[in-house]
């Protein structure tokens, strides 16, 4: 599903049009990101929870030369799926 299909489906099913549709889609994505890297959690009880975790630094290897080089340390982006997800998905 891609994002023009959400926002059609979302407008669909809440009866609204889809610029509103559109516009709710980016503001939830866009306070989704402003807490995340901010440090904080985000969580939608039941289908999971967006948080920053840091990466430490490590050792690579290049693929194509075989040199091994040095992966600095990051801040990224992670999804926890929640217990109804999970179920939903199993089944």
């Known amino acids: 599903m891609t994002r023009e299909d959400m926002i059609a489906k ?10 509103a549709a559109d516009k709710a889609m980016r503001s939830f994505t ?9 440090g ?5 009880v039941g289908f999971g929870t967006f948080y920053a975790q840091k990466r430490a630094a490590r050792k690579g290897r290049n693929p194509q030369t075989g040199e091994t080089i040095r ?20 089944k």
Not at 10 to 19: L, T, V
Not at 30 to 38: M, P
């Open 40 to 44: 904080d959690k985000f969580t939608l």
């Open 10 to 19: 979302m407008a669909k099913e809440a009866g609204i049009s889809k610029a």
């Open 71 to 90: 992966i600095p340390a990051a801040k990224v982006p992670k999804f926890k799926p929640g217990k109804a997800l999970k179920d939903a998905v199993k």
């Open 30 to 38: 866009t306070n989704v990101t402003k807490a995340v890297k901010k």
